[in-house]
């Protein structure tokens, strides 16, 4: 895959050309704040852009978007930064920033909302949990709405109303060739089936219009902690017990050394556990009662399931993702949790060495997998489970080795891989891509890349190329 540009028509009368159409910050090597903002949410991806052009609405992604082209740079598209491999950001090339783009507009009687692509989920939460209603969008507050949304979008409330693009109702969107046109079921209808799910291959989208849903504002939802020694017994109940669980109701596993938070009692911090995390998207006092087999359960060492407001809860695991730490990721998709793949889980376990190293391992099903296999680019709908092991460090010091365990970690599960979700993966080459979407869905994606992007203009990304 080819992703060189050219950088040696960038210079500073060509700047100055932009700037004259242009009404937000352009920023180069030496200026103020390009440090800042060169820099992404993963520590070990250090990456140097000729140019970044933070933009402040649709003219001004129009006008970098044209200079890209005009002057043959290769294009980084930032919406929140968060993506694994460091996608958003490059080295010489121009860097076309959606950060400074934040409007936000509920509509709480058709229970919708616009929203511009430099909004975070926690910003979008605050704005529609004022109505009560929620977006279903991810974990973590300050991932970009955007780059979760195009690849697909889970969060704590999916198994009740489904993956992020599939409460998407339309986007605006800048195409390579500079153009600017809506896509939704009845406008451009095989670009809106390629967006939910096929990432930044076709253009930048610069607004998204979800549907949004009643939650809250308090849920009963958090950890219940116990040690990894017993993650065993745990495991196997936890299986059994989520199997004909309520779609309301949604869990992550978490493996890791226990974090020096000040929710954790010190005498835990460093301790290898298996926390399993809850959300219930329904009253609380239903909640209570379906969590309560396990709150019962063995010997938890700490239990922090209880009700909270729902952007509380969608703010817990901020700290332990925070932005400048290094963070490598293996991930793949099950079909289910046989008594092979929780051996592998446990023994893996108790193999965590870095304090920020761990699994989060997410439960699927419910409304994400009735919605047709077809509908939508996204591929792993009837997957049980999806796998995120992540080999982190603080810094370069140890990352090899938390990059082994990960390898290892996702290689001992091979033999039960379905599919992979194709947010979670790194730069992983195009037969890693193809597996994310399946043979047909990867044919279709690359037809429409050829009406598109035929010159593949789009490409710092998990590439879909037009040959």
Not at 244 to 252: A, K, N, R
Not at 321 to 327: A, D, L, N
Not at 360 to 383: C, I, K, N, P, Y
Request: overall charge negative; glycine content about 10%; hydrophobic content about 40%.
């Amino acid at each position: 895959m080819c992703i060189e540009g050219n950088v040696a028509s960038l210079d500073n009368s060509a700047v100055d050309d932009l700037r004259a159409s242009f009404r937000g910050e352009l920023i180069r090597p030496g200026e103020s704040g390009y440090e800042h903002h060169r820099k992404v949410w993963n520590g070990s991806i250090d990456r140097h852009p000729g140019l970044i052009a933070r933009c402040t609405g649709v003219a001004d992604v129009l006008a970098a978007t044209r200079f890209a082209r005009k002057h043959e740079l290769l294009v980084a598209v930032r919406g929140g930064g968060h993506s694994f491999p460091g996608l958003s950001t490059c080295d010489d090339g121009l860097v076309i920033d959606l950060g400074p783009m934040k409007g936000i507009r509920v509509d709480p009687e058709a229970r919708t909302a616009r929203v511009q692509a430099g909004v975070e989920i926690g910003e979008l939460d605050h704005e529609a949990q004022e109505f009560g209603l929620v977006a279903p969008a991810g974990i973590v507050s300050d991932t970009g709405v955007a780059g979760l949304t195009l690849g697909g979008g889970t969060g704590w409330v999916m198994r009740k109303f489904g993956l992020t693009i599939d409460n998407l109702r339309s986007v605006d969107l800048v195409t390579a060739d500079g153009s600017y046109i809506k896509a939704s079921e009845k406008e451009n209808a095989d670009l809106f089936w390629g967006v939910r799910g096929g990432g930044g291959n076709f253009g930048i989208v610069t607004e998204f219009e979800f549907q949004l849903h009643p939650v809250g504002p308090h849920v009963m939802a958090g950890p219940i902690f116990w040690l990894m020694e017993d993650a065993s017994e745990v495991l196997r109940f936890y299986r059994d017990w989520v199997a004909d669980c309520p779609d309301e109701l949604m869990t992550i596993i978490g493996q890791r050394k226990a974090p020096a938070l000040p929710a954790l009692p010190a005498e835990l911090v460093g301790k290898h556990v298996l926390a399993i995390v809850t959300c219930y998207a329904g009253p609380v006092e239903e909640g209570e009662r379906v969590v309560q087999p396990l709150k019962a359960l063995g010997s938890p060492v700490l239990d922090l399931c209880m009700p909270k407001p729902f952007v509380t809860h969608q703010q817990m695991f901020d700290a332990s993702f925070p932005r400048g730490q290094w963070y490598y990721v293996r991930a793949c998709d099950v079909d289910a949790l046989n008594d092979d793949i929780l051996e592998i889980m446990t023994e893996y376990g108790r193999r965590i060495e870095s304090p920020i190293t761990g699994l989060t391992l997410w439960q699927m099903g419910g409304a994400v997998s009735r919605v047709g296999m077809d509908e939508t680019a996204f591929h792993g709908r009837d997957a049980g489970f999806a796998f995120n092991i992540s080999g982190n460090s603080v810094s370069a010091d140890g990352f090899e080795a938390e990059r082994k365990w990960a390898r290892d970690y996702w290689a001992a599960l091979e033999p039960y891989h379905t599919s992979v979700y194709v947010n979670f993966l790194m730069q992983e080459g195009e037969e890693r891509v193809r597996q994310a979407y399946g043979a047909a869905k990867y044919d279709r994606l690359k037809a429409l890349k050829r009406r598109y992007d035929p010159t593949n203009f789009f490409r710092l990304n998990q590439n879909i190329r037009p040959d």
